[in-house]
């Protein structure tokens, strides 16, 4: 039997799906402990924001998001073309998924938030560097 939320997929694909989790990934955990082990606090996941931020370092109003690079559309005019499988659903809900970032970051941005974002595997391969940018963001707000 087919699941109405997926359409045509397959039941393969249903299971891979079905493991994504959505929040406190391996980089965002990380990346969080890189930055708490520095005494910087932050809150997870915070609702209180557009996009509940991955990491929202609310004391210099900083907010980092790691996303995944198939949900966010990296590479995206490339990748779109790739897709094989329920192209229609794909295409529109990862293109939302970009839409609705954009709407979450300009939102922060009018109310004074620094926005980062670092793809997943980017921050689980240059952790260090990703820590750092953001730790020189801090500096930044503290030196004003």
Not at 23 to 32: D, F, L, P, V, Y
Request: charged share 40%; with cysteine.
């Amino acid at each position: 039997m087919k699941h109405p939320k997926y359409y045509d997929s397959d039941e393969q694909t249903r299971k891979r799906m079905s493991n994504v989790h959505l929040k406190r990934g391996k980089a965002e955990n990380i990346i969080a402990a890189s930055l708490w082990n520095r005494g910087i606090r932050y809150r997870r996941n915070y609702k209180g924001l557009p996009g509940s931020p991955d990491i929202a370092i609310t004391k210099y109003k900083i907010a980092v998001f790691i996303d995944g690079e198939f949900w966010h559309g990296y590479d995206w005019e490339r990748k779109k073309k790739k897709l094989k499988r329920n192209r229609t659903y794909w295409i529109k809900k990862i293109e939302e998924n970009m839409h609705r970032d954009k709407r979450d970051d300009n939102e922060l941005k009018e109310n004074g938030w620094t926005v980062l974002h670092f793809w997943e595997k980017t921050a689980l391969k240059n952790t260090d560097y990703c820590v750092e940018l953001i730790m020189l963001y801090i500096r930044d707000k503290k030196s004003v």
